[in-house]
């Protein structure tokens, strides 16, 4: 090897035994120049596919368009709202044969733990399971802070199971607007129990209940302590309540602080006519009383339905939901309208100057609404 080409990163004591060469590039006459600078180089979008491809994709359980379809309906776009009630319709035939399970807890009582711990539990038994798990949105970026695809790894590499973290964009209650949406995705997909985790920031407990069929409240040892910050009205929604982390030197007073919310429950109107709502005790950590919690869901699917409360509790639930998106698309309007964007911000600074009151600035703008549409 002669030494033009030996290069200057070879052993000079043994330049023979180096695998690489430099050769001398030479430009040909009449060679373009390939390079240019300042070029910045994006990633060609993949197109979107179309309403066919998702419906068929989600019935296949096709785990990408399935992703895929719960993005288009959580979309705010407007170019993407008729394509996913499209869809949604398409869909509809095909959901509703899932449990419907809300899971909440006090800040600590390990809910992710447990909806893991649960899930795998569910997956061995050859149940497929849905987790839809609410995070707070973040003010600068607007995507979820919690990212409990990081906090449930086990389950989240299982095939038998779909996690799907959602931001709550601002909602009232930390529910996102389209959780409805992405669960009947989910049970169109033939996804057999759909478990949705809340934040536990006070009032979304009362909106995850009104999408649900089952209502259980984590919470931790202690119960005197506990019971003074906690609210008889969460309470009252549960149909169960758990005492998480009953392992180790806990399991005694776990068993204890079972016993102190039954005596409780006892004095509280049932969350589910003909249905005794009581504590269990249960450990992520050793499984124990997992299946317990499942034969108490199981019990209470059958008894709901043997005495049709269930399903009545079902079509409570859709006529809720009309309800509220009726509220939505009127704000919705009602902020987007030209004359109100205008307006708006005048009356804002009249009624922060003390010009003019709260109620004739709202009159003044809805009077403005209104016009454009009489």
Not at 28 to 42: D, H, L, P, T
Not at 53 to 69: I, M, Q, T
Not at 213 to 238: C, S
Not at 351 to 364: D, K, L, M, N, P
Request: net charge neutral; charged share 25%.
């Amino acid at each position: 090897m002669t030494n033009e080409l030996i290069p200057e990163w070879s052993d000079p004591k043994e330049p023979g035994k180096c695998n690489s060469v430099v050769r001398k590039g030479h430009e040909q006459e009449g060679q373009a120049i390939s390079i240019q600078k300042n070029i910045r180089f994006q990633k060609r979008k993949d197109q979107e596919p179309s309403v066919q491809e998702l419906y068929e994709g989600v019935l296949k359980g096709d785990r990408s368009l399935l992703a895929r379809a719960i993005t288009l309906v959580e979309s705010n776009a407007e170019q993407h709202f008729q394509k996913a009630q499209t869809l949604l319709q398409k869909l509809l035939v095909h959901s509703g044969n899932a449990i419907r399970i809300g899971i909440t807890g006090v800040p600590g009582a390990g809910k992710s733990t447990f909806i893991e711990a649960f899930g795998m539990y569910l997956c061995g038994l050859g149940l497929r399971v849905a987790v839809l798990a609410i995070d707070p949105s973040s003010k600068l970026s607007g995507g979820s802070i919690l990212g409990d695809k990081t906090r449930m790894e086990q389950l989240s590499r299982n095939q038998r199971a779909f996690i799907r973290p959602s931001p709550t964009a601002g909602k009232l209650g930390g529910v996102h607007r389209k959780t409805r949406e992405a669960m009947l995705i989910c049970e169109a997909a033939g996804f057999d129990v759909i478990l949705i985790e809340t934040v536990g920031v006070g009032q979304s407990e009362v909106i995850i209940r009104d999408m649900v069929d089952f209502f259980m409240l984590l919470v931790l040892t202690g119960a005197g302590d506990e019971l003074q910050g906690m609210k008889k009205g969460i309470m009252e929604l549960a149909d169960a309540i758990i005492v998480h982390k009953a392992d180790g030197p806990n399991k005694q007073k776990a068993e204890q602080t079972k016993e102190e919310y039954n005596r409780i429950l006892h004095f509280l109107q049932p969350a589910t006519k003909g249905w005794a709502t009581k504590a269990f005790t249960c450990s992520s950590l050793t499984m124990e009383g997992v299946n317990d919690i499942w034969k108490v869901i199981k019990s209470f699917e059958q008894t709901g339905k043997n005495s049709g409360v269930f399903n009545e509790r079902r079509k409570i639930q859709l006529r809720e939901w009309l309800y509220s998106m009726i509220t939505d698309q009127l704000q919705y309007h009602f902020y987007h309208h030209h004359g109100v964007k205008d307006l708006l911000p005048m009356m804002e600074n009249k009624v922060i100057a003390g010009e003019s009151t709260v109620a004739t600035a709202v009159e003044s703008l809805f009077q403005t609404f209104l016009s454009s549409h009489e």
